[in-house]
């Protein structure tokens, strides 16, 4: 039996970011995911400026070797209308992708990494947690994503939750492909849904094109997400032989989220605690975030459960990545709230203001 600090079930943003910081501070740390990296993360791939600096990261450095698209506008409008395009001074955020991101902090992070090899069993031990049989850890921490295991095993019902479903394609255009598309990087396009419980996406970065759909209401993802793909075509964002080979994920939207984040011995990070930012569906800061608080309540109880400050932890989660539970409910029937928000869609001050930098570019943590 392998022994450990803390076990990591999961090895995204949210992970390795809670190992970079503990084992920066000494302690053993293992972590684990079922897949071997570097591999493909069904994601619009989002980053926001403050990621960099919350990782002590240089974005000038990680775009020497990676895809890292600046993005200084959007182009917004409905998926069945017309688009205005709002332009920023400077980056308003980053692209990356996620295969190259996600293998870039799991190298770094200095943790004893074992790939290929997810969560099969779980079981408390002598006030310790035995995973596999194999690994044996005092402190464990789930960041396997929506259908996470440990999050599973502290109570989530992930079939009963109102979780945001969303397809996604990401694919690398040749040069003819490439010089023919019509999407412009630094200006990514996002399509509302006509009733307004969701949103797609156009966003080039490099030869790269990501493209995708989500929404709450789970009937609609998959003719709406083919929607989109037909009119990315006929307006030449995808060029018309290329197959889009969309993949499916689901997280939840913190504010929809009733998932316990936290138990002796045990907290969850990421979208394995449901912290996704209710407005924009963003998640990489979210996860980014939440392991490193993860890692600052292990480290102050000097890695002894015991000590573990578990109630202080899901208020910080409260606290800056917004309430736990607590989704809109608008005063107005749809029938009167959506047209209203159809038409200010095509006011350029109210999608400048409300719709990008309220929803968008707000910074999550910022509370």
Not at 93 to 110: P, T
């Amino acid at each position: 039996m392998e022994r450990c600090n803390v076990l990591i079930a999961g090895a995204g943003p949210a992970g390795t970011s809670c190992a970079w910081k503990l084992h920066r501070a000494g302690l053993d740390v293992v972590v684990l995911d079922q897949a071997v990296f570097p591999r493909e993360k069904s994601c619009a791939g989002w980053v926001a400026p403050e990621v960099f600096d919350d990782l002590a990261l240089e974005a000038s450095d990680y775009a020497q070797h990676h895809v890292l698209q600046r993005v200084t506008g959007f182009r917004t409008g409905l998926l069945d209308g017309k688009q205005i395009e709002t332009s920023y001074a400077a980056t308003v955020s980053y692209g990356v992708l996620r295969r190259e991101f996600d293998a870039f902090l799991l190298k770094r992070c200095g943790a004893r990494v074992y790939q290929g090899s997810g969560v099969e069993s779980l079981a408390s031990e002598g006030g310790r947690w035995v995973v596999n049989g194999q690994w044996e850890a005092r402190i464990l921490v789930g960041a396997g994503g929506h259908f996470c295991p440990v999050a599973q095993h502290l109570g989530a019902r992930t079939g009963a939750e109102e979780a945001v479903v969303a397809r996604c394609a990401e694919f690398e255009m040749d040069l003819a492909e490439a010089a023919d598309c019509r999407a412009v990087g630094e200006t990514p396009e996002l399509f509302f849904c006509p009733d307004l419980h969701g949103y797609g996406w156009c966003f080039r970065k490099d030869n790269w094109l990501n493209v995708g759909l989500g929404t709450l209401v789970k009937d609609q993802v998959i003719p709406l997400s083919e929607l989109l793909a037909h009119r990315l075509r006929e307006t030449g964002r995808i060029g018309p032989r290329r197959e889009v080979a969309f993949q499916g994920h689901a997280y939840l939207q913190r504010t929809h989220s009733r998932r316990k984040a936290a138990s002796e011995g045990v907290l969850l990070v990421g979208d394995s605690a449901g912290l996704a930012h209710s407005a924009s569906g963003e998640g990489i800061r979210p996860a980014v975030l939440s392991g490193l608080a993860a890692a600052e309540t292990i480290l102050d109880a000097g890695a002894d459960p015991a000590r573990m400050r578990y109630a202080q932890y899901e208020a910080w989660l409260d606290r800056h990545l917004g309430r736990q539970g607590e989704a809109h409910e608008s005063r107005l029937p749809d029938w009167i709230e959506q047209p209203v928000a159809r038409l200010l869609l095509h006011w350029p001050p109210y999608v400048r203001k409300a719709v990008l930098e309220e929803r968008f570019l707000h910074p999550v943590g910022s509370r």
